[in-house]
């Protein structure tokens, strides 16, 4: 019985604890700073959300680019180089020239 209290006390926690971000992603958390994520592969990038205009802007050993928020809650650039997706967790992924190159990505 006590171990069954337990698990469902575990349960009840992450539920609240996935509420109080709202599925939200850590640099949509903290707008305006740079939030570095690490990725498979030892591979890493920093994005800062800019909550005022629904943009990101991403910093990565290939260049930096601005972002803007698309219909599938993408972030893309004009030029069609980067597409972003902020997840919470470790899903966030960032593809460049349509190669995923940063994949399975967590804030660090």
Known sequence: MKVFQF???AIAASLLAGCATGGKSSAEISPGKFVNY?????KSFSVRYDAEN????????EGSAELSKSGRGLYRDDEGKWILSLEDGKNTELVYMSNAKYKKCSAS
């Open 7 to 9: 698990a469902l006390a």
């Open 38 to 42: 690490a990725c498979e592969g030892g």
């Open 54 to 61: 629904d943009s990101a802007r991403i910093r990565t050993h």
